[in-house]
């Protein structure tokens, strides 16, 4: 994976963003903010009406920015002043986006901590990095618990922004615990996690645990709650790889934004956590947290290999939900059907998106 591909996968996300918190600014026509809302809007139509995540269009424009924009960006030393930054007269007039400066950027995401994870990311991509590299920075990124190691970035500029960001992150954590899931909603797991929510019936899955609360025994009841939930996500996993719309570059950004959005949320690699991180409970292991490093590590190894692929394919439709040992199967041709429908739906969005 280059570095060009992280940085314009950051940086189409960031004017998605920014398109979708003008278009709110704009619907309300007696707010203060109605003029900047239009203002973006305008210049996202006549820069960005069409994002190519293979173009070095870009990179090539950021590359234009004064040196001393990023200077000032690197010499921020005081952790509790960082935010100040984005008002400074040399910062908030500048463009990362054409038509678009800094100061209207940090008032639409209405989030500091998220500004200052895009513009890190947009200066450690900026530039050619080693494969070795990009690897190195994007598990950093994905890092919830600041917890990689940090002695194999040769680049002390680029070691200094990335240190700096953990301290944001924690401070972050700390200040709010960590949990903002209002950034999730237009990602890919977040959009999945919403449709299987709707579906659910919780009163059922309750039902399913009893007064006990063994959830492994309600799993492995056929009829409860949880296997019916398990067969529909699993459907729905299965619809979306058959279309299309479940891919390996998606997980992997949708895993970097719950690590920019969601520190904390997730448990450490191989486990553990307080001992390492000076955390309370005193230095107890958590053994149950996920790692989403390793989770998004594996699912992606799986969709990249054809071996693993038809492997999730057939647990998709093998899975043993009903009595008597028989098998649940996908149906194909209401797959197939299903496919061309959300492709004439996606097609259907996109035209009215470019004519907005």
């Given at each position: 994976?280059?570095?060009?591909?992280?940085?314009?996968?950051?940086?189409?996300?960031?004017?998605?963003?920014?398109?979708?918190?003008?278009?709110?600014?704009?619907?309300?026509?007696?707010?203060?903010?109605?003029?900047?809302?239009?203002?973006?809007?305008?210049?996202?139509?006549?820069?960005?009406?069409?994002?190519?995540?293979?173009?070095?269009?870009?990179?090539?424009?950021?590359?234009?920015i004064s040196a001393d924009?990023?200077?000032?960006?690197?010499?921020?030393?005081?952790?509790?002043?960082?935010?100040?930054?984005?008002?400074?007269?040399?910062?908030?007039?500048?463009?990362?986006?054409?038509?678009?400066?800094?100061?209207?950027?940090?008032?639409?995401?209405?989030?500091?901590?998220?500004?200052?994870?895009?513009?890190?990311?947009?200066?450690?991509?900026?530039?050619?990095?080693?494969?070795?590299?990009?690897?190195?920075?994007?598990?950093?990124?994905?890092?919830?618990?600041?917890?990689?190691?940090?002695?194999?970035?040769?680049?002390?500029?680029?070691?200094?922004?990335?240190?700096?960001?953990?301290?944001?992150?924690?401070?972050?954590?700390?200040?709010?615990?960590?949990?903002?899931?209002?950034?999730?909603?237009?990602?890919?797991?977040?959009?999945?996690?919403?449709?299987?929510?709707?579906?659910?019936?919780?009163?059922?899955?309750?039902?399913?645990?009893?007064?006990?609360?063994?959830?492994?025994?309600?799993?492995?009841?056929?009829?409860?709650?949880?296997?019916?939930?398990?067969?529909?996500?699993?459907?729905?996993?299965?619809?979306?790889?058959?279309t299309g719309e479940l891919?390996?570059?998606?997980?992997?950004?949708?895993?970097?934004?719950?690590?920019?959005?969601?520190?904390?949320?997730?448990?450490?690699?191989?486990?553990?956590?307080?001992?390492?991180?000076?955390?309370?409970?005193?230095?107890?292991?958590?053994?149950?947290?996920?790692?989403?490093?390793?989770?998004?590590?594996?699912?992606?190894?799986?969709?990249?290999?054809?071996?693993?692929?038809?492997?999730?394919?057939?647990?998709?439709?093998?899975?043993?939900?009903?009595?008597?040992?028989?098998?649940?199967?996908?149906?194909?041709?209401?797959?197939?059907?299903?496919?061309?429908?959300?492709?004439?739906?996606?097609?259907?969005?996109?035209?009215?998106?470019?004519?907005?």
């Open positions: 994976m280059s570095y060009q591909f992280i940085f314009n996968q950051y940086y189409i996300d960031l004017i998605k963003r920014i398109k979708t918190s003008a278009k709110h600014m704009k619907e309300d026509e007696k707010g203060d903010d109605y003029a900047l809302g239009k203002g973006i809007l305008k210049s996202i139509r006549e820069n960005y009406i069409t994002l190519d995540k293979s173009s070095d269009e870009y990179l090539l424009y950021v590359k234009t924009f990023w200077s000032s960006y690197i010499n921020l030393d005081d952790i509790n002043s960082t935010n100040d930054w984005f008002l400074s007269d040399e910062v908030k007039d500048v463009c990362i986006y054409k038509n678009i400066p800094v100061s209207s950027i940090r008032k639409l995401l209405n989030d500091d901590y998220l500004c200052h994870h895009f513009f890190s990311v947009f200066y450690l991509f900026m530039d050619e990095l080693s494969d070795d590299d990009v690897k190195l920075y994007v598990s950093v990124l994905q890092d919830t618990k600041n917890e990689v190691g940090l002695d194999n970035i040769t680049n002390e500029l680029h070691k200094k922004v990335i240190e700096r960001l953990n301290e944001l992150k924690t401070k972050k954590n700390k200040d709010t615990g960590g949990i903002d899931m209002s950034q999730m909603e237009d990602t890919m797991l977040g959009k999945l996690a919403k449709e299987i929510l709707e579906d659910v019936d919780v009163e059922k899955l309750q039902k399913s645990i009893g007064d006990n609360g063994d959830i492994l025994k309600a799993i492995g009841d056929p009829d409860s709650g949880f296997s019916e939930l398990i067969s529909n996500v699993s459907r729905k996993m299965a619809n979306k790889i058959s891919k390996q570059e998606n997980l992997l950004q949708d895993a970097m934004k719950f690590a920019a959005t969601m520190p904390g949320l997730f448990g450490a690699p191989n486990n553990q956590s307080g001992a390492r991180n000076g955390g309370g409970g005193g230095g107890e292991t958590r053994k149950n947290e996920p790692d989403v490093a390793s989770m998004m590590n594996m699912m992606s190894s799986m969709m990249n290999n054809k071996e693993g692929m038809d492997m999730f394919k057939n647990m998709m439709g093998n899975m043993n939900n009903q009595k008597g040992g028989s098998r649940q199967t996908v149906n194909k041709p209401a797959l197939k059907k299903l496919a061309t429908v959300n492709k004439l739906k996606s097609k259907l969005a996109k035209r009215r998106e470019a004519q907005e």
